[in-house]
């Protein structure tokens, strides 16, 4: 047995299949919504011997059934079952460029990716949140847009607001912004003291 942890049930049902390599390696054995209400626990059970397979860096990831993808070759279509396509599923793999961690004991929490996309992109440990003040225009800015520097991305914007204020009679606009330095430097996340970090953050 493995535990998932889902920011939303989705399509998973009790005995909903759970698929490595195309092929069925088990089954939702239950789902519960967590005690704060936020999150769900979705349990799975993975027979032998696909449970050799479940490691530490193993990522799962909802099925839809059919995902579509369009790249210079064309597009291409993939399903892991007609099962999974009428009543969803869940898929486990090591994602790309990464080799195999330690096995997995039973019981380990794992999070749920909505699909394998998401499931495949880079995941940062350390987050930190800055709140940048504008006295101009921002029009166009959301939540999502990427933050960059040089034209790569290096975090997301979180919140856009408008403030008023009323002593100086202007107005000003926060923006709440999330980078990850490992991002910008992979070695940040070893600097051993909060101090360290947070003086290559202010030197970025």
């Not at 936020?38 to 995902?67: C, K, M, Q």
Request: hydrophobic fraction near 40%; include cysteine.
């Amino acid at each position: 047995y493995f535990v998932l942890e889902s920011e939303r049930k989705g399509s998973i049902e009790i005995g909903s299949p759970v698929y490595y390599c195309q092929m069925k390696a088990g089954q939702v054995a239950d789902f519960q919504l967590s005690e704060d209400g936020r999150n769900f626990n979705i349990r799975v059970f993975v027979h032998a011997p696909f449970d050799r397979f479940v490691y530490r860096n193993t990522r799962f990831w909802e099925s839809s059934g059919l995902e579509m993808s369009l790249d210079p070759k064309g597009v291409s279509l993939n399903t892991e079952s007609l099962v999974s396509l009428l009543i969803g599923g869940i898929v486990f793999d090591v994602t790309r460029n990464q080799a195999p961690d330690i096995f997995a004991p039973a019981e380990t929490l794992f999070f749920l990716y909505p699909n394998r996309r998401a499931a495949e992109e880079t995941l940062y440990t350390v987050k930190r949140r800055l709140l940048l003040i504008f006295d101009e225009s921002v029009a166009g800015l959301q939540p999502g847009a990427a933050v960059e520097i040089r034209g790569i991305p290096v975090g997301q914007v979180l919140d856009v607001k408008l403030e008023f204020d009323l002593e100086k009679m202007n107005i000003r606009i926060p923006v709440l912004i999330e980078i990850y330095p490992e991002q910008i430097d992979p070695a940040y996340a070893e600097l051993v003291s909060a101090a360290e970090q947070r003086q290559r953050l202010d030197q970025l």
